[in-house]
């Protein structure tokens, strides 16, 4: 009983791991967006900004600070989206298949409304 305790104190420190590194790349990216920004005096676009991921790889591509930014926000938004997943991984490693089930759901939802929101 004790090594599986251990096992989820280990999966519980992975999981805030995880959101930790998640925060850190991202605010890495925005801040680089930010010096790009200052640098370059400017966005690096006129009228339309991109609103597309393809778009938005495209500007990273060409050293636009505005898609950098954006970049670093989407991997913001993906952190949580992570964390979900690792949970999944923790509670399948616990055993309890109610909890799997349950936050596979929210990760169905989530997906569905990322999908929407980024279709709509």
């Known amino acids: 009983m004790n090594d599986k305790k251990q096992e989820m104190?280990?999966?519980?420190?992975m999981i805030g791991r995880v959101l930790q590194i998640g925060v850190y790349i991202s605010a890495a990216v925005i801040i680089l967006g930010i010096l790009l920004w200052i640098v370059k005096n400017g966005s690096g676009y006129g009228q339309e900004l991109p609103t597309h991921l393809s778009a938005i790889f495209s500007g990273i591509a060409a050293g636009r600070p505005y898609a950098v930014l954006m970049f670093g926000i989407f991997l913001l938004i993906l952190t949580p989206v992570?964390?979900?997943?690792?949970s999944i991984y923790?509670?399948?490693k616990e055993g309890d298949r109610l909890y799997v089930i349950i936050t596979t759901v929210v990760l169905v939802i989530l997906i569905?409304?990322?999908t929407i929101g980024y279709a709509g």
Request: net charge neutral; glycine share 6%; proline share 0%.
């Open 112 to 114: 569905v409304g990322m």
């Open 82 to 86: 992570l964390r979900v997943i690792v």
């Open 90 to 92: 923790a509670f399948a």
């Open 9 to 13: 104190n280990h999966v519980e420190l």
